[in-house]
Structure formats: structure tokens, C-alpha cells
């Protein structure tokens, strides 16, 4: 039964030290005519310098026949249609107007199948035009500061975006290490491999890009133009940033850190991340609303991602295109109902009720109105006064002229009297108090808003100086983690050293021991020859059974048994005698052995010792030597286990030193959110008090026209002005 054929393996690609052996020989391991015989970039050790990734190694060229230097690929790994997907890619790129692209950006490249020879097999590379540019993480250690670069910088990112989605390209690895940023600040794109071109449609893709730039849902086999969509996000907003706050980029970017502001932990569990909640929190809207755009986009497939391109208005000039980030309101400027508030404070000021119209006040009456039986008496009485006075001046002149004015005074009087019984009087009067006593009731306008301006003033300046305390705080706790990083690491340093100099040591340390282990098998050998040598079986010349029998009892029985002898006079007889030295070290004196045997006996034992040394072992048995370097190798595993230990120690000071901080920023950003509550709160009341002081301002206005009004008509109901009404009416 037929099965079918066994699916082909697929081919093994050699490794970059394969590559870089073999190029130390381009002459021979080229064919292309530019790479023949081309120098490569050497390293100290006068290798060829590989820059490897994933899937290939990149060496740099120069050409021996024309200068050009070229960036050369070579594979690591099968890349499913490799041959197809480049030619389709360059086929794409090589028909993009460069006058409609915004940068430079397309670099050219050439595949070449079957370019290199490694070993007896031949392997494509690709030949790409080299690039004098930095990294864009790079470029930003440099220039973060340079808030205008950096924001011009975002723009031509955003710009580079637009021309990829109009041509229907996504280049599937969009992250610091493939955007490289030239002399004139425009960007360079390298690293086509994962690269989605229309006519590619169908294929699925080579790689899931760099995991700090990438959606948390983006799968195996997602490929397609809407690859590139929510890093771009992640990277246009970083820029953004960057521009708005420099202190951002010391803050929440780490040194050599595969990313520039936020990682995959932060799209992956949004609420956790210290780095977001930074981010959301910074008052520049601009930072928070990309940072809650990347939030929002991190949960949506990637299907449905807006393209920059799109959400981001759009301004460019032929010389540099610029991008503007606004705001789109969604309402009318002027929310309704929220006492004339523009829309954008709707639910950052209390919604305030429109303020209650202005109860006029209590209107004084303008002048006197609807004469009265009193009116008319006074009236009537001034004309009756009038006449009687004149009657009695004329009849009798010769009378006081007090007693001719008593009817004038008495019709002044009862005029007075009149006129201050009008109601119209009295309607004044508690007109004019009470509008008094609402205008006293007020609060003074200008100290208000004197009050007012002063407690802004003061609430801003303790904002400024908390929204600067909470960088510096931040910027704080980061020091103080990259010392302690650095402490860390010098300890490590420090300890592996000194278990390193021990593992270097080992071989000394093994040849010692061997001697030694040599020495005292040899040693023993010669003392137990020694000690087999009994002095009564072979005795020296000149000792014979008494002495032998004499030294025994002196606990010299064999050539072990002493050392040697020492010459001593005898003082009685001024002659020289010996006595004998035991290994002990203590001397002995034997009688009847004089100088002359105890030199016989000492010739006797060097015999005996220069025989025994004779025949010593030469050398340790297979057995006594592998126990001697088994014991070595388990003092080396001992040394390696301290290594490690000394690793998993450094390693675990990183963690908790990353735990202190992630704390530390944890509890800054509740504190500063807090803070922040409050002082949205305070403004609130700001508000509250700006709205009402307009409307205190505008009643004391209104009450002191009203008290100004009521004394001028107070002033129309004079005296005089009643005197007219009595006979005028009005």
C-alpha cells in the first residue's frame, strides 16, 4: 500500500562561528563578484565581527573591487519559501517612488542563493547596503533631553508609518534595534525577514517580532498589513512622551533595556504596571491619552487596531513632516446645562445651577402720590396763615413781630408734621435700610477676589511643587535601584573572582597534593623498611648480643628506632662518649656503647635507609591517584555549586532591589493620585468660588445702584418737594 513519500527534512544551516570561519577566506568562499575577496570587520582577536539574532548573522564587507560596503546576511535557520518571500519583498520595495516617501527609509538589497560556501555546501546570504545610523534606543540616550528632536523624531516615525500602510507593507519587527536613525535624523528600516508585502497574502509568517513591541494577542499566525499597527502605537507614544517629559526616558527606561518605556509585562497585565499607571498619570494630556490608547489597544485584536496613520491629523511640508496630536471634541463647546462651563471641564467642575435671577430689591416710591384730608388741610393752611399774618402786621405794626409770625410757624409746623405722616416717607426710609443691610450682608468683591487670587496662587505653587517632587521622587527610587544593581553586581564580581582564583588553583593544588600523597607513601615505605631491621638479627660491627640485648632495653630494637648519635664528654675521665638520638628527639645513653659503636650503629642505619630509599615507591598506584583527583573534582563541583550560589545570590538581590522599587513607585503613584484627587477637588472649589464671587459681584453691583437709587429718590421727598405737591399734585 502506497503511503506517500516522507515529508523532506528540513536543511540544517551552519552556525555564525561556521560563517566567520569561513569568511577569513572570502576569496574562496564567494562568487558574487563585489563580495570575491571582500574584507570583512575583524574583531580584536582578528575574526570576522558577527552581529547575530534569532535567525541569522550579519557581517559587515568591504568590497575589494569598489569600496562599497555591504551589510551581509547569513542564515542561521529554515525560513519556509525564503527565496520567494525576498524576492517578493525587493520586488515591492524596488517599485516604491522614493520622491513620495517621506524619509530615505528603503534600504536596497539583494538575495543570493547559493552565495557562500561553508564546508562542501553553498548557502544564500543577503546583500544589503551598509548604513552609517544609530539604533533608535541608542539615538535617544543621546538626545532625550532635546525635546525638539525628539518630537520631530515622533513625527517622522508617524510619517514612516503612513507610507507602509499606503504601499500595503508591514514589516512585522518594528522595535528600537530595526529603526535606525541617520546623521539627518530620518530613519532607516533594516531587517526585511518577517516583512508582509500583498503579494505574500496567504503565507503565513516567519516570526512574532520583539515581545516588548508586540500585542499580547498577536499569534503565529497572524500576517498581514495590520502587523506593524499596535507597535507603532507603542513606539509613537514613547516618542511623544519623551518629547513632553525627558525625565521620562531616565525614569522608566533601564540601561541596555530591550524596550524603550513599557514591556511586555506592562501590555499583558495593564493594571500592575508601574510604568503605565506613570504614564496615565503625567498631567501632559498628550502622554496620558497615548497612554490609555496603547492600554485600550493591548485587549483588541489586531485586526481591529486603528493604523497611526489614521487616528493621528496629519501636516507635512516637503521639508520635514509633522504630526499634531489633538484633542477632537465630541460635543459642542459648551455643554448644556452646566451654567455656561466649556464642554472639555463637564465632570471636572461641579455642574452649577444656573444662578437664580436677580429679585429686584424693594423700589422706594418716586415722590408723593394721592393727597390726603391731612394734605389738604396744610394746604389750605398756609394761604389762612399767610393772610393772618399780614393782617396783623398791617392793623397792628406796633405788635412784636413774634406774635406776628406765630401763624407762619404754626402752618411750618403742621406742614412738617404732614409731610412726615406720608407713607411715601416711611416707604423710603425702609426701602433705603433694607437695601443697606442686604449691601452689608455681601462680601466685598475686591477682597474676594483678592482672597481668591491669592489661595489659586498658593494651591499652584504647591502643584508645581509636587508635580515636581513626584519626578524627582521617581528619579530617586530608580538611583537608588541601579545602585543597588551595581552594588549587586560588584559583589558578584568580587566573590566569583575569588572562587575563580581557587578554581584556577586547583591544578596546582592538585599537584601538590599528589606529591605529598607521594612523599608519604614513600616515607612510610622507608620507615617500615627501617622498623623490619631488627639490630640483633643483623647487627652492626662491634655489637654483639649484650649490647643488643642493652639497646633493646633502651627501646632501640631496629633502624627505626633512632636517629642517629651525638658525641659527650665524660667529665671523670675527660674522655668522649655518645649517646644515642631517638626519633622523639630525646637523647639516650647505653652502656658500653662508646663513640666508635655509636658510629658503627649510625653507618648501620644509613645503609639500612639508603636501601629502603633504593627501592621507595617511584610513583602512586592508579587507585591512590584517582582518589586523590576524585577528591579534587569534588572540590572543583564544591567551588562551581559557590559560583553559582554567588549567581543565584546576585540574582536574587536584583529581585528584591526590582521589589523595592517597584514598591517604592507603587506607593508614589497612590500618594501622587491622592494628591491629585485633592487637587481636583480643589480646583473644583476654585471653580465653585469663581462662579459664585461673579455672581456676589454682580448683586453688590446690583444692590448699590439700588442704595444710590433710593437716596436719590429719598431726595425727592424733601420738604420743598412736598410744599410743591401740596398745591401742584405731584
Same mark, same amino acid.
Given at each position: 500500500?502506497?503511503?506517500?513519500?516522507?515529508?523532506?527534512?528540513?536543511?540544517?544551516?551552519?552556525?555564525? +562561528?561556521?560563517?566567520?570561519?569561513?569568511?577569513?577566506?572570502?576569496?574562496?568562499?564567494?562568487?558574487?563578484?563585489?563580495?570575491?575577496?571582500?574584507?570583512?570587520?575583524?574583531?580584536?582577536?582578528?575574526?570576522?565581527?558577527?552581529?547575530?539574532?534569532?535567525?541569522?548573522?550579519?557581517?559587515?564587507?568591504?568590497?575589494?573591487?569598489?569600496?562599497?560596503?555591504?551589510?551581509?546576511?547569513?542564515?542561521?535557520?529554515?525560513?519556509?519559501?525564503?527565496?520567494?518571500?525576498?524576492?517578493?519583498?525587493?520586488?515591492?520595495?524596488?517599485?516604491?517612488?522614493? +520622491?513620495?516617501?517621506?524619509?530615505?527609509?528603503?534600504?536596497?538589497?539583494?538575495?543570493?542563493?547559493?552565495?557562500?560556501?561553508?564546508?562542501?555546501?553553498?548557502?544564500?546570504?543577503?546583500?544589503?547596503?551598509?548604513?552609517?545610523?544609530?539604533?533608535?534606543?541608542?539615538?535617544?540616550?543621546?538626545?532625550?533631553?532635546?525635546?525638539?528632536?525628539?518630537?520631530?523624531?515622533?513625527?517622522?516615525?508617524?510619517?514612516?508609518?503612513?507610507?507602509?500602510?499606503?504601499?500595503?507593507?508591514?514589516?512585522?519587527?518594528?522595535?528600537?534595534?530595526?529603526?535606525?536613525?541617520?546623521?539627518?535624523?530620518?530613519?532607516?528600516?533594516?531587517?526585511?525577514?518577517?516583512?508582509?508585502?500583498? +503579494?505574500?497574502?496567504?503565507?503565513?509568517?516567519?516570526?512574532?517580532?520583539?515581545?516588548?513591541?508586540?500585542?499580547?494577542?498577536?499569534?503565529?499566525?497572524?500576517?498581514?498589513?495590520?502587523?506593524?499597527?499596535?507597535?507603532?502605537?507603542?513606539?509613537?507614544?514613547?516618542?511623544?512622551?519623551?518629547?513632553?517629559?525627558?525625565?521620562?526616558?531616565?525614569?522608566?527606561? =533601564?540601561?541596555?533595556?530591550?524596550?524603550?518605556?513599557?514591556?511586555?509585562?506592562?501590555?499583558?497585565?495593564?493594571?500592575?504596571?508601574?510604568?503605565?499607571?506613570?504614564?496615565?498619570?503625567?498631567?501632559?494630556?498628550?502622554?496620558?491619552?497615548?497612554?490609555?490608547?496603547?492600554?485600550?489597544?493591548?485587549?483588541?485584536?489586531?485586526?481591529?487596531?486603528?493604523?497611526?496613520?489614521?487616528?493621528?491629523?496629519?501636516?507635512?511640508?516637503?521639508?520635514?513632516?509633522?504630526?499634531?496630536?489633538?484633542?477632537?471634541?465630541?460635543?459642542?463647546?459648551?455643554?448644556?446645562?452646566?451654567?455656561?462651563?466649556?464642554?472639555?471641564?463637564?465632570?471636572?467642575?461641579?455642574?452649577?445651577?444656573?444662578?437664580?435671577?436677580?429679585?429686584?430689591?424693594?423700589?422706594?416710591?418716586?415722590?408723593?402720590?394721592?393727597?390726603?384730608?391731612?394734605?389738604?388741610?396744610?394746604?389750605?393752611?398756609?394761604?389762612?396763615?399767610?393772610?393772618?399774618?399780614?393782617?396783623?402786621?398791617?392793623?397792628?405794626?406796633?405788635?412784636?413781630? #413774634?406774635?406776628?409770625?406765630?401763624?407762619?410757624?404754626?402752618?411750618?409746623?403742621?406742614?412738617?408734621?404732614?409731610?412726615?405722616?406720608?407713607?411715601?416717607?416711611?416707604?423710603?426710609?425702609?426701602?433705603?435700610?433694607?437695601?443697606?443691610?442686604?449691601?452689608?450682608?455681601?462680601?466685598?468683591?475686591?477682597?474676594?477676589?483678592?482672597?481668591?487670587?491669592?489661595?489659586?496662587?498658593?494651591?499652584?505653587?504647591?502643584?508645581?511643587?509636587?508635580?515636581?517632587?513626584?519626578?524627582?521622587?521617581?528619579?530617586?527610587?530608580?538611583?537608588?535601584?541601579? +545602585? =543597588?544593581?551595581?552594588?549587586?553586581?560588584?559583589?558578584?564580581?568580587?566573590?566569583?573572582?575569588?572562587?575563580?582564583?581557587?578554581?584556577?588553583?586547583?591544578?596546582? =593544588?592538585?599537584?601538590?597534593?599528589?606529591?605529598?600523597?607521594?612523599?608519604?607513601?614513600?616515607?612510610?615505605?622507608?620507615?617500615?623498611?627501617?622498623?623490619?631491621?631488627? #639490630?640483633?638479627?643483623?647487627?652492626?660491627?662491634?655489637?654483639?648480643?649484650?649490647?643488643?640485648?642493652?639497646?633493646?632495653?633502651?627501646?632501640?630494637?631496629?633502624?627505626?628506632?633512632?636517629?642517629?648519635?651525638?658525641?659527650?664528654?665524660?667529665?671523670?675521665?675527660?674522655?668522649?662518649?655518645?649517646?644515642?638520638?631517638?626519633?622523639?628527639?630525646?637523647?639516650?645513653?647505653?652502656?658500653?656503647?662508646?663513640?666508635?659503636?655509636?658510629?658503627?650503629?649510625?653507618?648501620?642505619?644509613?645503609?639500612?635507609?639508603?636501601?629502603?630509599?633504593?627501592?621507595?615507591?617511584?610513583?602512586?598506584?592508579?587507585?591512590?591517584?584517582?582518589?586523590? =583527583?576524585?577528591?579534587?573534582?569534588?572540590?572543583?563541583?564544591?567551588?562551581?555549586?559557590?559560583?553559582?550560589?554567588?549567581?543565584?545570590?546576585?540574582?536574587?538581590?536584583?529581585?528584591?532591589?526590582?521589589?523595592?522599587?517597584?514598591?517604592?513607585?507603587?506607593?508614589?503613584?497612590?500618594?501622587?493620585?491622592?494628591?491629585?484627587?485633592?487637587?481636583?477637588?480643589?480646583?473644583?472649589?476654585?471653580?465653585?468660588?469663581?462662579?459664585?464671587?461673579?455672581?456676589?459681584?454682580?448683586?453688590?453691583?446690583?444692590?448699590?445702584?439700588?442704595?444710590?437709587?433710593?437716596?436719590?429718590?429719598?431726595?425727592?421727598?424733601?420738604?420743598?418737594?412736598?410744599?410743591?405737591?401740596?398745591?401742584?399734585?405731584?
Amino acid at each position: 500500500m502506497n503511503v506517500g513519500s516522507p515529508a523532506a527534512p528540513q536543511r540544517q544551516f551552519p552556525s555564525g +562561528a561556521a560563517y566567520a570561519e569561513a569568511l577569513q577566506h572570502t576569496q574562496l568562499c564567494f562568487r558574487h563578484p563585489e563580495l570575491k575577496g571582500a574584507r570583512p570587520e575583524l574583531t580584536k582577536l582578528g575574526l570576522p565581527r558577527a552581529i547575530s539574532g534569532a535567525f541569522a548573522s550579519v557581517f559587515s564587507l568591504t568590497s575589494a573591487t569598489s569600496g562599497q560596503r555591504y551589510a551581509v546576511k547569513c542564515f542561521t535557520r529554515h525560513v519556509p519559501d525564503q527565496e520567494r518571500r525576498y524576492q517578493a519583498i525587493s520586488t515591492r520595495l524596488a517599485g516604491l517612488d522614493s +520622491a513620495q516617501l517621506s524619509q530615505p527609509w528603503n534600504l536596497g538589497f539583494e538575495y543570493l542563493p547559493d552565495a557562500i560556501a561553508v564546508g562542501t555546501e553553498r548557502y544564500p546570504v543577503l546583500k544589503m547596503d551598509w548604513i552609517e545610523a544609530t539604533t533608535l534606543s541608542a539615538w535617544l540616550d543621546d538626545n532625550h533631553t532635546d525635546r525638539f528632536a525628539v518630537d520631530r523624531l515622533a513625527d517622522r516615525f508617524e510619517a514612516l508609518t503612513h507610507d507602509l500602510s499606503k504601499h500595503e507593507i508591514a514589516h512585522g519587527d518594528l522595535q528600537h534595534g530595526n529603526l535606525l536613525v541617520a546623521g539627518d535624523d530620518t530613519f532607516r528600516l533594516v531587517d526585511y525577514d518577517g516583512m508582509y508585502v500583498p +503579494a505574500l497574502a496567504g503565507l503565513g509568517g516567519t516570526e512574532r517580532g520583539h515581545r516588548n513591541y508586540q500585542s499580547p494577542l498577536r499569534g503565529n499566525d497572524d500576517f498581514g498589513a495590520t502587523l506593524d499597527r499596535f507597535s507603532a502605537w507603542v513606539i509613537f507614544m514613547s516618542l511623544k512622551a519623551v518629547a513632553a517629559d525627558p525625565a521620562l526616558w531616565n525614569r522608566l527606561h =533601564e540601561p541596555s533595556g530591550e524596550f524603550l518605556l513599557l514591556t511586555e509585562e506592562d501590555f499583558k497585565n495593564p493594571s500592575g504596571s508601574t510604568g503605565l499607571r506613570t504614564l496615565l498619570a503625567h498631567p501632559d494630556r498628550t502622554v496620558s491619552g497615548l497612554a490609555d490608547q496603547v492600554r485600550s489597544l493591548a485587549v483588541q485584536s489586531l485586526d481591529r487596531l486603528p493604523p497611526l496613520a489614521q487616528v493621528v491629523p496629519k501636516q507635512r511640508t516637503s521639508a520635514a513632516p509633522t504630526t499634531s496630536v489633538s484633542v477632537v471634541p465630541t460635543a459642542s463647546a459648551t455643554a448644556p446645562g452646566t451654567g455656561g462651563l466649556p464642554g472639555w471641564m463637564t465632570g471636572h467642575v461641579p455642574t452649577q445651577a444656573a444662578p437664580p435671577p436677580a429679585v429686584p430689591p424693594t423700589t422706594s416710591p418716586d415722590g408723593f402720590h394721592t393727597r390726603t384730608l391731612l394734605d389738604v388741610v396744610t394746604a389750605a393752611l398756609w394761604p389762612l396763615a399767610l393772610a393772618v399774618t399780614v393782617l396783623m402786621v398791617v392793623t397792628g405794626f406796633l405788635a412784636p413781630l #413774634i406774635a406776628a409770625g406765630s401763624p407762619l410757624v404754626l402752618a411750618t409746623a403742621l406742614t412738617a408734621l404732614a409731610r412726615s405722616r406720608r407713607v411715601e416717607r416711611a416707604q423710603s426710609r425702609a426701602a433705603l435700610a433694607t437695601l443697606t443691610d442686604e449691601l452689608a450682608q455681601l462680601d466685598n468683591p475686591v477682597k474676594a477676589a483678592e482672597k481668591l487670587r491669592k489661595d489659586r496662587a498658593k494651591f499652584d505653587a504647591a502643584e508645581a511643587d509636587r508635580n515636581t517632587a513626584y519626578p524627582r521622587a521617581q528619579d530617586k527610587l530608580k538611583a537608588q535601584y541601579h +545602585a =543597588e544593581l551595581k552594588e549587586a553586581e560588584k559583589r558578584k564580581v568580587r566573590k566569583q573572582r575569588d572562587v575563580d582564583k581557587k578554581i584556577d588553583g586547583l591544578s596546582e =593544588e592538585l599537584r601538590k597534593a599528589l606529591a605529598k600523597a607521594l612523599t608519604d607513601k614513600q616515607s612510610a615505605y622507608v620507615r617500615d623498611q627501617l622498623g623490619r631491621r631488627l #639490630i640483633s638479627q643483623s647487627p652492626p660491627h662491634g655489637i654483639g648480643r649484650t649490647l643488643a640485648a642493652r639497646l633493646a632495653a633502651a627501646g632501640i630494637r631496629t633502624a627505626a628506632d633512632f636517629t642517629g648519635y651525638r658525641s659527650v664528654q665524660n667529665s671523670p675521665y675527660n674522655a668522649t662518649g655518645a649517646v644515642l638520638v631517638l626519633p622523639s628527639g630525646r637523647v639516650v645513653n647505653v652502656h658500653g656503647i662508646g663513640e666508635a659503636k655509636a658510629i658503627a650503629l649510625d653507618v648501620w642505619r644509613k645503609a639500612v635507609y639508603a636501601n629502603a630509599v633504593a627501592r621507595q615507591p617511584a610513583a602512586l598506584s592508579t587507585a591512590e591517584r584517582q582518589s586523590i =583527583e576524585q577528591g579534587m573534582m569534588r572540590r572543583r563541583a564544591q567551588l562551581v555549586d559557590q559560583r553559582k550560589a554567588v549567581e543565584a545570590e546576585a540574582d536574587n538581590a536584583r529581585v528584591q532591589a526590582r521589589k523595592r522599587l517597584d514598591e517604592g513607585q507603587e506607593r508614589l503613584t497612590r500618594e501622587n493620585a491622592s494628591a491629585a484627587d485633592r487637587a481636583r477637588q480643589q480646583r473644583q472649589e476654585f471653580s465653585r468660588r469663581t462662579v459664585a464671587l461673579q455672581q456676589n459681584s454682580t448683586l453688590h453691583g446690583t444692590l448699590s445702584t439700588a442704595v444710590d437709587a433710593a437716596k436719590l429718590r429719598q431726595r425727592g421727598l424733601s420738604y420743598t418737594r412736598y410744599m410743591r405737591f401740596l398745591y401742584v399734585g405731584r
